[in-house]
T-cell receptor, first 112, second 114 residues
């Protein structure tokens, strides 16, 4: 089946540690996105990538980093510089020039 | 800048109609979307409307768009307990390069009571 796979579903991190969230898609989409969701808030864009080896900051990029070495993969690293990392993280992908985005099932990150 | 607003909660009885409202600010949006999120899950695209349309019906779902007031609504007919979820409206545009610039509302938690 075609789709977007995020792993792990739940992730716990100690303060001061970096952690990487995985996002893989087999939809052959050029564009991929990372969003952060907090209770009672809409989704906020962290980073996006429209082509391999290129990515741009979204609205809340501070404390996060990404890479896009392969078309299928867009991992997100939550660094120790992110002051409030506990949240639900959603990855999405789309075709260029098409506003329909497809979402993964999310990763819930908790800092302990 | 873009801003999308929704009320946070809506409670309805099973079998009644639900109406979820949304206001947006970016008049250049090409499409407006409704997404559904069940607990602990990702977003599922429910329906969308092109910005030059006033209404779209898709089975139990009716989307109404008032471009003058920048108001979007989603009506769910014969609401069922399986409709309980968070509903997000989103306006869309394109980044330079063709990527999808989605701006989401805060989400409306729909609770369906027996």
């Amino acid at each position: 089946d075609g789709g977007i796979t995020q792993s792990p579903k739940y992730l716990f991190r100690k303060e001061g540690q970096n952690v990487t969230l995985s996002c893989e898609q087999n939809l052959n989409h050029d564009a991929m996105y990372w969003y952060r969701q907090d209770p009672g808030q809409g989704l906020r864009l962290i980073y996006y990538s429209q082509i391999v080896n290129d990515f741009q900051k979204g609205d809340i990029a501070e404390g996060y980093s990404v890479s896009r070495e392969k078309k299928e993969s867009f991992p997100l690293t939550v660094t120790s510089a992110q002051k409030n990392p506990t949240a639900f993280y959603l990855c999405a992908s789309s075709r260029l020039g098409n506003t329909e985005a497809f979402f993964g099932q999310g990763t819930r990150l908790t800092v302990v | 800048g873009e801003d999308v607003e929704q009320s946070l909660f809506l409670s309805v009885r099973e079998g009644d109609s639900s109406v979820i409202n949304c206001t947006y600010t970016d008049s250049s949006s090409t499409y407006l979307y409704w997404y559904k999120q069940e607990p602990g899950a990702g977003l599922q695209l429910l329906t969308y409307i092109f910005s030059n349309m006033d209404m779209k019906q898709d089975q139990r779902l009716t989307v109404l768009l008032n471009k003058k007031d920048k108001h979007l609504s989603l009506r769910i007919a014969d609401t069922q307990t399986g409709d309980s979820a968070i509903y997000f409206c989103a306006e869309s545009a394109f980044f330079t390069g063709g990527g999808n610039k989605l701006t989401f509302g805060t989400g409306t938690q729909l609770k369906v009571e027996l």
